[in-house]
């Protein structure tokens, strides 16, 4: 027998590369590829545009989008989406405030589930007594299956100007993750 190959390796190194560099090599690329496989299909980096989602969500900052936040569970009150748009490659970030079943209006800038108030408490403090200058109105819509009502944070927005309204479930990518 020949003296090295009785002579252990030292742990630090066997951890470090193994005992055959080669296979170690091979079990590093495949586990690189198996996490980048797994992170574009979990996560989504985004890059918030715009200023419907003020002051929650500034133009310019980044953040990342859960895709399997809705596979066992649908969206709920409050969470914030990314919105797949219909043939284009835009994403667009929204909150729900309506689920499927109910009733939703906005009058003079106030929401109304059922006919019940709904508490914002993600929105900007009314100033000067004035709870949304742009005083929205919205007919009352009835939302079915698998809908979900969507609007931005900042209601100061003109209407015209916010795209908001009813989205179907297929359309939702993921939730925001927090910071």
Excluded: C
Excluded at 8 to 26: D, E, K, S, Y
Excluded at 77 to 101: N, S
């Amino acid at each position: 027998m020949s003296q090295l190959s009785d002579t252990p390796i030292p742990w630090w190194q066997v951890m470090a590369i193994g005992r055959n560099p080669r296979t170690t090599l091979v079990r590093l690329a495949i586990t690189l590829v198996i996490v980048f496989v797994g992170f574009r299909m979990s996560i989504q980096p985004i890059l918030v545009q715009g200023i419907s989602m003020q002051p929650t969500y500034r133009d310019g900052q980044r953040r990342f989008l859960n895709k399997l936040a809705y596979r066992s569970a649908p969206p709920q009150r409050g969470d914030v989406i990314g919105i797949q748009e219909a043939g284009k490659q835009v994403l667009l970030l929204k909150r729900v405030i309506g689920l499927p079943g109910e009733r939703l209006r906005i009058v003079q800038g106030t929401v109304l589930i059922n006919g019940e108030l709904l508490e914002e408490p993600y929105l900007l403090p009314p100033t000067n007594g004035i709870q949304n200058p742009a005083r929205w109105n919205v007919a009352e819509v009835q939302l079915q299956d698998g809908d979900h009502y969507v609007i931005g944070d900042n209601r100061s927005m003109r209407q015209d100007d916010h795209y908001f309204g009813i989205v179907n479930q297929n359309r939702i990518l993921g939730r925001l993750m927090n910071p």
